[in-house]
């Protein structure tokens, strides 16, 4: 699985660097995102809510977030 790494980036880089990664998916594919900004990740969320993509969020420790996105 693609990890994107989004360590010290904030918006809207990641935002821009997931969206390449979604035009390139193919159904039941996913990949990781690395971010390390709670504000990316409510962008992510916004714009996510707006697909049909699934996402799961983890923290996966104090102020740094995996999220996983799947094409369905």
């Not at 690395?34 to 699934?54: A, R």
């Not at 996966?60 to 094409?71: A, D, F």
Request: charged share 30%.
């Amino acid at each position: 699985m693609l990890k994107l790494d989004c360590f010290g980036d904030i918006c809207p880089i990641p935002i821009l660097k997931m969206q390449h990664e979604l035009e390139n998916l193919d159904s039941g594919e996913s990949f990781q995102m690395v971010v390390d900004h709670s504000c990316v990740i409510e962008s992510l969320k916004d714009h996510l809510k707006k697909t049909k993509f699934i996402y799961e969020v983890d923290e996966i420790m104090n102020g740094v977030w995996e999220i996983t996105i799947t094409k369905p």
